[in-house]
């Protein structure tokens, strides 16, 4: 049963009248944006495809769904997830909040308690509640231990082709960068993310050995053919240095293929200048680069009994305005490095909104959860209203832009092909099995 405020059409072929759209995601040299980079548009469905964009026009012919100035969206791309670490918090939550406290925790119920079933069922529910909520493509990072990478990739796929059609999915493999150099489980890794279409990742921080580590690690993904996805310098300490090394990394390889940064939180603590000649670097190494905003507003300077000082983002507007590519997405959901969190990508871009001052005007950032992360992952069509394009697509009653990011526009409509599809989320009871109910 589908849910949402839209009553579209039953026809193969309507309208979707009268609806505002950000500017920046239409593809429609016709269709111009107001003040507010919002434009008001017609789109016209047929065989589950956008068959067309126009500018609003009362009257239109033939079935029609009046959104009476509602917004419409492009469906979402999270391209920074960790699926494997969803939802445990009520068996083991962070005491203090803390990184090192999200570290331990997550190792110790890795230890005992991620089996297959138990994988599958907390990511099943992660992809009901993104679907829900209107996202069409995830990427996530896995964590590659030994002894762990033969129970999760195994689920990872299994996930991938059950969800195929409703969301796309890509896997990272995550470990420390200091154990680049245990030879027996790179080997595992490569092969690993081989049979699986996966991307070659790692947390980066400041080791004697990290230029030589990120060489390897280089060197592996142009001798295999993989796109790199790194943490970076996810720290309040102002000496770490990775981002530049990783810039200079793939300039000194010449690197073709894809390399994207996440977190970057240090940067914004270093001297202007230095971190200006970081980014710098960044840009000619055609990085792209992801923020988590609510999660690094969650761990970043969390000292007890002190308030924080900053928001834990990096210089996301200094970064686009050297033609960087910025994203933002979700990060951890319910787990020990965020206890909050729905894998809902409309509340990514809200608060990443407030805590980086993505607005006055808005630009071009609502694509930085939309078609950005798409073209980082390579993925045809995804973020953008253009004809052609799958009918993939978020309704809203909100009209403008403080009327979207006021409310969690919990009534929205997501319409996949053309149809809309049952937004009512997953009870976490579904989850009681695994996790034991009620903690």
């Keep these: ?36 980079g919002l434009a008001r548009i017609d789109i016209r469905i047929a065989g589950g495809r956008i068959a ?12 029609r769904a009046d959104l009476d100035g509602g917004m419409v969206w492009p469906c979402f791309v999270d391209m920074h997830t960790h699926l494997d670490k969803s939802h445990i918090w ?43 909520h209107g996202t069409k493509a995830i990427r996530t990072h896995l964590d590659c231990f030994a002894g762990q990478i033969g129970v999760t990739w195994p689920v990872f796929a299994d996930m991938r082709a059950e969800w195929a059609g409703r969301i796309a999915l890509q896997g990272v493999s995550l470990t420390a960068v200091d154990q680049t150099f245990d030879g027996d489980l790179i080997t595992e890794i490569v092969q690993v993310l081989q049979q699986n279409d996966g991307i070659l990742g790692c947390v980066t921080f400041m080791i004697p050995d990290l230029q030589a580590a990120l ?42 293929g894809s390399v994207t940064v996440g977190h970057c939180c240090s940067l914004a603590l270093q001297p202007e200048s230095e971190a200006m000649r970081t980014l710098d670097l960044v840009a000619a190494a055609g990085l792209s ?25 990096t210089l996301l507007h200094e970064m686009r305005a050297r033609g960087i590519a910025v994203a933002v997405a979700s990060d951890n959901t319910r787990d020990p490095f965020f206890a909050y969190g729905d894998l809902d990508a409309l509340e990514v871009f809200r608060e990443a909104t407030r805590i980086a001052h993505l607005d006055h005007p808005f630009g071009d950032w609502p ?11 390579k ?33 929205r409509t997501v319409v996949r092909c053309g149809r809309p599809i049952d937004t009512a989320l997953p009870d976490y009871r579904e989850l009681d099995p695994i996790l034991g109910g009620v903690s």
Excluded at 55 to 61: D, I, L, N, T
Excluded at 240 to 251: C, K, V, Y
Excluded at 383 to 405: C, P
């Design 289 to 313: 680069v992801v923020s988590l905003p609510m999660c690094n507003l969650y761990l970043q300077d969390r000292r007890p009994g002190i308030t924080p000082r900053w928001r834990g983002v």
């Design 379 to 411: 993925l045809k069509d995804a973020g953008t209203l253009a004809a052609g394009a799958s009918a993939d697509l978020v309704l809203f009653r909100a009209r403008t832009w403080t009327e979207l990011l006021s409310r969690p526009q919990a009534d």
């Design 367 to 377: 694509r930085s959860i939309t078609a950005t992360p798409g073209s980082v992952m």
């Design 90 to 132: 009520p068996r083991r939550p962070n005491p203090d909040g803390t990184f090192e406290a999200a570290l331990q925790a997550v190792r110790a119920d890795r230890e005992i308690n991620w089996t297959a079933r138990d994988l599958s069922a907390r990511m099943d529910f992660s992809l009901k509640s993104a679907f829900a």
């Design 52 to 63: 067309g964009i126009r500018p609003a026009e009362p009257g239109r012919a033939g079935p």
């Design 215 to 256: 060489d390897r690690l280089f060197s592996i993904a142009v001798d295999k053919d993989f796109d790199l996805d790194f943490h970076v310098d996810e720290t309040r300490d102002p000496q770490a240095r990775s981002l530049r090394m990783i810039a200079e990394t793939a300039l000194n390889f010449g690197f073709q």
């Design 1 to 36: 049963m589908a849910t949402g405020f839209a009553c579209l059409p039953a026809d193969d072929a309507y309208w979707i009248a009268n609806a505002t759209a950000p500017v920046c995601l239409i593809d429609a040299p016709e269709v111009a944006g107001n003040g507010d």
